[in-house]
């Protein structure tokens, strides 16, 4: 037990991160990619973003969606937001059991996509961030579709997007 005024008794806790990511392609063999991603901090919504992100198949487009989430974490951190851990929520239960290690990375066109993701959460772990990863239905996504969605065009309403979170905190 510290005594009061004990400096290790004061020491702040960071928060919890969450970001919930989609993915999607103007074509589902290979298309423009795009990323939805919503981040919250303490479940108070501290960003959107909505990014095209090159070209690719649906699959490539929701890891994409995670990388760009995994990499905004980390600015995150570099801006001096406090947090202690991330969830990654995804609808893409393929990729949500490749980054949990439920399931082996088959495909070639994915793995260089994982590498970089698992890279970005062994980056996040030297900085002392627990990551998880959580596979929660697509109504729960919602916000981050519509984001994804506008990034390749799907939709034409840019109304509450947000294209540089950075602004917000």
């Known amino acids: 037990m510290h005594a009061m005024g004990d400096e290790a008794s004061t020491t702040r806790r960071g928060g919890q991160l969450s970001i919930t990511v989609d993915g999607a392609a103007s074509n589902s063999r290979r298309g423009r990619n795009g990323a939805g991603i919503v981040i919250e901090l303490n479940g108070a919504v501290i960003a959107e973003i909505s990014e095209e992100t090159g070209l690719g198949t649906n699959n490539e487009a929701e890891y994409k969606a995670v990388i760009r989430g995994l990499e905004e974490a980390i600015q995150l951190h570099k801006d001096g937001v406090a947090y202690d851990s991330v969830d990654v929520n995804s609808d893409s239960r ?11 990375v088959q495909a070639v066109h994915l793995r260089a996509l994982y590498i970089r993701a698992e890279e970005l959460v062994l980056y996040l772990g030297l ?43």
């Open 94 to 104: 393929l990729v949500i059991h490749h980054l949990t290690g439920q399931w082996a």
């Open 127 to 169: 900085l002392g961030k627990e990551v998880s990863f959580n596979n929660i239905l697509r109504t729960r996504t919602r916000r981050a579709d519509e984001l994804a969605g506008v990034a390749i065009g799907r939709s034409g309403s840019t109304e509450g997007v947000i294209y540089t979170p950075r602004k917000l905190y």
